[in-house]
């Protein structure tokens, strides 16, 4: 069965900094995976995913992502943070047919 | 064009009640995905319609668990006799098919359940 661990539960990065944050995944075969973002009270938000050739994908909001097969990570970067971006950030990997989320990793941007 | 939509937002329901969560999904869109939201966790899968069909509910934690889409569209979670662990946020995504880019699950902001 596939799983995700994001390790980092709390990021705290000074606005204007850059971010990464790590996803580790675990998969059987070629993945589909997922970066959302949550907001207090919302549901979650696609930021960017790869499925298949260029291990660098480009998402919303100027974050981006690169896929590394042989280190079976995901992991999500932005240059520079805004305190818009405060929020907490999913990992997934798409099984058969539905999403295998990790258990997050919150953001906090202080000024 | 709309999203996914879900009611209600919030439910307080007291011990032994019997709850009904609404999903609306894309229009067009042939998949429905529920999940379960517990407080800082990651979503958990409940189960996938593709059309009508329910194809996986292997996610449903209880009997008391139960879901369906009748005409391929909307989707209701019915949770019996509810017990304080299911108090969590469940979420419902829905996709435009199953294969390849397709499979991108967006998501409905969720019903928010409080089981006093």
């Known amino acids: 069965a596939q799983s995700v661990t994001q390790p980092d539960i709390h990021i705290t990065v000074s606005e204007g900094a850059s971010l990464e944050l790590r996803c580790n995944y675990s998969y059987g075969a070629t993945p589909y995976l997922f970066w959302y973002v949550q907001s207090p009270g919302q549901g979650l938000q696609l930021l960017l995913k790869?499925?298949?050739?260029?291990?660098l994908v480009q998402g919303i909001k100027g974050f981006e992502a690169e896929f590394k097969r042989s280190q079976s990570t995901f992991n999500l970067r932005k240059p520079s943070v805004h305190w818009s971006d405060a929020a907490e950030y999913f990992c997934?990997?798409?099984?058969?047919?539905?999403?295998?989320f990790g258990k997050g990793t919150m953001l906090l941007v202080s000024p | 064009g709309a999203g996914v939509s879900q009611s209600p937002r919030y439910k307080v329901a007291k011990r032994g009640q019997d709850v009904a969560l609404r999903c609306d999904p894309i229009?067009?869109?042939?998949?429905l995905f529920w999940y379960q939201q517990a407080l800082g966790q990651g979503p958990e899968f409940l189960t996938y319609?593709?059309?009508?069909?329910?194809?996986?509910k292997s996610g449903l934690p209880s009997d008391r668990f139960f879901a369906e889409r009748p005409e391929g569209s909307v989707s209701t979670l019915k949770i019996q006799r509810t017990q304080q662990e299911d108090s969590a946020v469940y979420l419902c995504?829905?996709?435009?098919?199953?294969?390849?880019?397709?499979?991108?699950?967006?998501f409905g902001p969720g019903t928010r359940l409080l089981v006093l």
């Open positions: 229009s067009g869109h042939v998949s």
């Open positions: 995504a829905s996709s435009l098919g199953s294969s390849g880019n397709q499979e991108t699950q967006y």
């Open positions: 319609f593709q059309n009508e069909a329910q194809l996986d």
């Open positions: 790869y499925f298949s050739g260029d291990t």
């Open positions: 997934a990997v798409k099984g058969y047919s539905t999403l295998t």
